[in-house]
């Protein structure tokens, strides 16, 4: 990638002149690393507040989906999971983790701490050090390969690792905040080349690429292509072919090593990924949303000193977790004066390096706005070079936008080399570097508080209401806007516990083509539930609606459903009440207990028909049938025969009905709509105001914000 390495003068490694070298070495090594520690808390500071009671603002499905990544990995230990495959999410078909973000090397390697404290705080560690790593390990590669002055790494080292477009993902990536795999792969890829060594440094490089694979697949395939384009164009200059000809036969001997390994450590995940239960190809999102836009490259983050001086554009974004670039205008005019300087001082050697540099950050530039050109949220239809390869494998699973994470090691490569070059400090570099990088210090990602985790289920109620390895859900289920159905089971795996749950968030087939969608195929009971909890209203519950919940809740083989006293969502506490009253009119009054309300479910027979089709006769109103009545035995126009029978004997069971159609409002937006840009709760209701449920017996008529497929993806 952006790797000031291949220069001669310092592409080796230097001797150490003694003792006292290396012992100040060493500590300065330290030092460095405790700054980028100290760096990575202070971004970080919001979770450490409370670790199991916080969770980032702006990607709370995010943060959910890696903590059930982390408890899973206490599974895999404790009874041998297929760390690429489960049963426990989306019951009755289960999850291909292969083919989404499982950083399974993270959830093997912190199991131990996971079982002891939880993956909340195990999460909180991992992304700490995630940030820490990916400085440190810039400042070390810089150090050794690119730069005479230690200074100079550190600048380098820390713009690397705690970019704006990094900042960005820790709201809820653990696997995009692991920038240290590029400059691990890339040392070792320089290695290399030394022909005494070359089986044991591919054989390295392998296992390194199986591992940046496991927690960073995405990230490890952008690693990979900058760094090839980078050692081609350096390759290519009149001085530098005869030195990139005299390596060549080493180099591919050991890459050939590398693929070797990888290629056997990775076979099964690669075939679960490809052709496994649950695969699906390209991506649920829009290739043409998830771009940068152009102005955002003049601007600065949202979470930055810049911001607080107002010269701040979030909202160029896709969303806060997927902004990549936002460099500012001073650092951009910075880099061309900077890049100028360095090639006007440059030997033929140094003048490669530069044009290498060059060519990495524009091509990824330009890739990185995506198949159309946007300029302050304005599409312009003409294509751009990503377009070309919207269709191509590989690339038709990313997404354009993140590819300005490349350029942001093009930049941090460019000014190490600028501060380490410079011929003496002067006053006009001085200021110009602090006019470029002061407003870019990242201020602490935003926090929240979330909801508890029940007693219930802490305490292990649960087991007197569901069988061994049976399915039990809390409502709403889970998904990235309502993850707490996910979380709570997630707790419960990381004790060693185990039950099954409908639905969840993942990445799992559906979409348009054979692509893949976010989470399951959306089934009528868990439409109705989900509005319920975003909206605070219920439905009017008809016989009808009974079949349709009915029928789900034996797809799912649902053995009871619990309505937590708090529901965490995406914009802050959920609707509890209208939930619970919803439930009520289903299956009766529920018990409450500890700090839950539960209903056991007899799968294929509940919720019994109400004759009437209204209210329950417990729960209606003298003087006639509830809202929403229907005459005994009527069901919609286009009703399957297997359901007109069932509804013809309104009081029995409905043994083999189908599923009656799709959910009863509304529809799951399209694959790739624009994050954000839904209605939201309706107008005057209000999360958590307690009381009774405004708008009992009608119907919301328009899906609530973020329906289906939510703002952020999990692992991409």
């Known amino acids: 990638?952006?790797?000031?390495?291949?220069?001669?003068?310092?592409?080796?490694?230097?001797?150490?002149?003694?003792?006292?070298?290396?012992?100040?070495?060493?500590?300065?090594?330290?030092?460095?690393?405790?700054?980028?520690?100290?760096?990575?808390?202070?971004?970080?500071?919001?979770?450490?507040?409370?670790?199991?009671?916080?969770?980032?603002?702006?990607?709370?499905?995010?943060?959910?989906?890696?903590?059930?990544?982390?408890?899973?990995?206490?599974?895999?230990?404790?009874?041998?999971?297929?760390?690429?495959?489960?049963?426990?999410?989306?019951?009755?078909?289960?999850?291909?983790?292969?083919?989404?973000?499982?950083?399974?090397?993270?959830?093997?390697v912190f199991a131990p701490l996971t079982f002891l404290a939880g993956p909340q705080l195990t999460y909180a560690v991992i992304l700490t050090l995630n940030l820490a790593a990916s400085a440190f390990a810039w400042y070390l590669l810089f150090h050794r390969y690119a730069v005479r002055h230690r200074a100079a790494?550190?600048?380098?080292?820390?713009?690397?690792?705690?970019?704006?477009g990094w900042i960005s993902h820790a709201n809820g990536h653990l696997n995009w905040t692991a920038g240290w795999i590029a400059p691990v792969i890339i040392w070792w890829v320089l290695r290399l080349r030394t022909s005494r060594r070359w089986l044991l440094n591919g054989t390295v490089l392998g296992l390194l690429m199986a591992i940046g694979f496991s927690i960073a697949a995405e990230w490890l395939f952008w690693t990979a292509l900058g760094t090839t384009v980078f050692v081609l164009a350096w390759s290519c200059g009149r001085g530098t072919w005869p030195q990139a000809r005299a390596a060549a036969a080493t180099t591919f001997a050991a890459l050939g090593m590398s693929a070797l390994v990888a290629d056997t450590l990775l076979a099964y995940p690669l075939y679960m990924h490809f052709a496994g239960p649950g695969s699906f190809h390209g991506t649920g999102f829009d290739q043409r949303w998830y771009v940068e836009d152009a102005a955002a490259y003049l601007f600065y983050p949202y979470r930055s000193v810049g911001s607080l001086l107002g010269v701040s554009r979030g909202d160029l974004a896709v969303n806060q977790t997927e902004g990549a670039s936002f460099f500012g205008l001073p650092l951009l005019l910075l880099m061309v004066a900077g890049t100028a300087a360095l090639w006007w001082r440059a030997d033929r050697q140094r003048k490669a390096l530069m044009r290498a540099l060059t060519v990495v950050g524009v091509l990824?530039?330009?890739?990185?706005?995506?198949?159309?050109?946007?300029?302050?949220?304005?599409?312009?239809?003409?294509?751009?070079?990503?377009?070309?390869?919207?269709?191509?494998p590989l690339f038709d699973a990313a997404l354009p936008g993140r590819l300005a994470l490349v350029v942001a090691c093009v930049i941090a490569t460019t000014l190490a080399l600028l501060a380490d070059r410079l011929p003496r400090v002067r006053a006009v570099w001085v200021a110009a570097f602090a006019l470029a990088l002061v407003p870019l210090f990242p201020l602490p990602i935003l926090t929240t508080e979330r909801a508890a985790e029940p007693r219930f289920m802490a305490g292990g109620t649960w087991k007197r209401y569901v069988s061994e390895g049976g399915v039990i859900t809390a409502l709403p289920h889970g998904s990235n806007t309502a993850p707490d159905a996910q979380r709570w089971q997630a707790y419960a795996l990381a004790r060693g516990e185990e039950f099954r749950i409908p639905d969840g968030y993942f990445l799992g087939p559906g979409g348009p083509d054979g692509t893949g969608q976010v989470g399951a195929p959306v089934r009528p009971a868990a439409w109705m539930w989900t509005k319920s909890a975003w909206s605070g209203y219920v439905y009017r519950i008809s016989n009808w609606?009974?079949?349709k919940v009915r029928t789900d809740l034996a797809?799912?083989?649902v053995q009871a459903l619990y309505v937590p006293d708090r529901i965490s969502g995406r914009d802050g506490m959920m609707f509890h009440e209208s939930l619970v009253w919803n439930l009520t009119v289903l299956f009766g009054p529920g018990e409450h207990v500890d700090d839950v309300t539960v209903w056991r479910v007899r799968p294929g027979l509940d919720p019994v028909l109400v004759p009437g089709g209204g209210l329950p006769s417990s729960l209606r109103p003298a003087g006639g049938p509830g809202p929403?009545?229907?005459?005994?035995?009527s069901v919609p126009a286009g009703a399957c025969p297997a359901c007109r029978a069932a509804a013809a004997g309104v009081a029995g069971p409905a043994a083999g009905a189908g599923s009656g159609g799709g959910p009863s409002a509304g529809a799951r937006p399209s694959a790739g709509a624009r994050p954000g840009s839904g209605s939201g709760p309706a107008a005057g209701a209000r999360p958590g105001s307690g009381g009774a449920v405004a708008g009992v017996g009608s119907v919301s008529t328009a899906p609530a914000a973020g329906a289906g497929p939510g703002s952020a993806r999990p692992a991409g």
Do not use: K
């Open 364 to 392: 990824f530039t330009a890739l990185s706005l995506g198949p159309r050109f946007n300029w302050f949220q304005h599409e312009f239809h003409f294509p751009l070079p990503y377009a070309a390869l919207t269709r191509v």
């Open 1 to 108: 990638m952006a790797v000031a390495t291949i220069a001669p003068e310092v592409a080796e490694p230097r001797a150490s002149p003694g003792t006292n070298y290396r012992r100040a070495g060493r500590m300065w090594h330290a030092l460095v690393g405790l700054i980028c520690l100290g760096m990575g808390y202070w971004v970080t500071s919001g979770l450490w507040m409370d670790p199991y009671r916080r969770t980032v603002s702006h990607n709370r499905g995010d943060h959910a989906f890696f903590e059930w990544m982390l408890a899973y990995g206490v599974q895999i230990l404790r009874t041998g999971a297929d760390p690429f495959y489960t049963d426990l999410l989306n019951a009755p078909l289960g999850v291909n983790l292969a083919a989404n973000t499982s950083v399974t090397a993270y959830a093997i």
């Open 555 to 557: 797809y799912w083989n």
């Open 628 to 633: 929403g009545s229907r005459r005994p035995g």
């Open 545 to 547: 609606d009974r079949l």
């Open 153 to 164: 790494a550190v600048l380098g080292g820390l713009f690397a690792g705690f970019a704006p």
